[in-house]
């Protein structure tokens, strides 16, 4: 059993920074690619980043690509997702996800395991 435990949200100013970070214990960290998902009110939950095994690769939505940067540290079992010049729109609940073998960038596909969550606010 995979265990991801997200922490960093909170209420932040438009144009200001967030960092998520999500701890991950139960399996071997470096062999699974990692996502960040979001949900907002009233939405379905959404692809926001996702990252390699190795780190060496990363995908970006399109509505976050050059604002959030993802990132991972394989010998402290972590993935973190940068966040700048938030928006409003930003507002969310911010899931860490992990993914299996066989898996798919920019979607849910290959999800096993998901976090409980974080809510970040971004206020006008």
């Known amino acids: 059993q995979v265990q991801l435990v997200e922490s960093g949200g909170g209420l932040v100013q438009a144009g200001g920074s967030l960092r998520l970070s999500c701890a991950a214990a139960?399996?071997?960290?470096?062999?699974?690619?990692m996502g960040w998902f979001r949900q907002a009110p009233g939405k379905e939950r959404e692809f926001v980043a996702a990252?390699?095994?190795?780190?060496?690769?990363?995908y970006y939505a399109d509505s976050v690509k050059g604002r959030f940067t993802i990132s991972r540290d394989n010998a402290k079992n972590t993935v973190s997702l940068q966040m700048n010049s938030l928006k409003p729109e930003d507002t969310a609940v911010y899931y860490c996800?992990?993914?299996?073998?066989?898996?798919?960038?920019?979607?849910?596909?290959?999800?096993?395991?998901w976090g409980k969550g974080t809510r970040v606010t971004v206020s006008s």
């Open positions: 139960g399996r071997t960290f470096s062999s699974y690619a």
């Open positions: 990252i390699s095994g190795s780190g060496g690769n990363t």
């Open positions: 996800a992990s993914y299996g073998r066989s898996w798919i960038p920019y979607t849910d596909y290959g999800i096993d395991y």
